[in-house]
């Protein structure tokens, strides 16, 4: 992926994420249907997007340390 589909695909997934859930994967796939990696690379991002994070994983993204049996 070279820089130019790199922007393109921040691009569009900071617009993505502004739509509901629902309307997300249709966003994605009208706007990146020429390109099948890209549209492939967008679906991905989005699904991680809406995994849950543990605590642990916000406090690592934080850069803070979590502490085994520390309630947060």
């Not at 629902?22 to 967008?42: I, N, S, W, Y």
Request: proline content about 7%.
């Amino acid at each position: 992926m070279d820089d130019q589909d790199w922007k393109r695909l921040e691009t569009l997934f900071a617009q993505a994420v502004t739509l509901p859930q629902g309307e997300r994967h249709a966003f994605a796939v009208r706007k990146t249907g020429d390109d099948p990696a890209l549209q492939a690379q967008l679906l991905a991002m989005l699904e991680a997007d809406e995994q849950p994070s543990s605590d642990g994983d916000l406090l690592m993204r934080a850069g803070l340390r979590p502490w085994p049996g520390r309630r947060y």
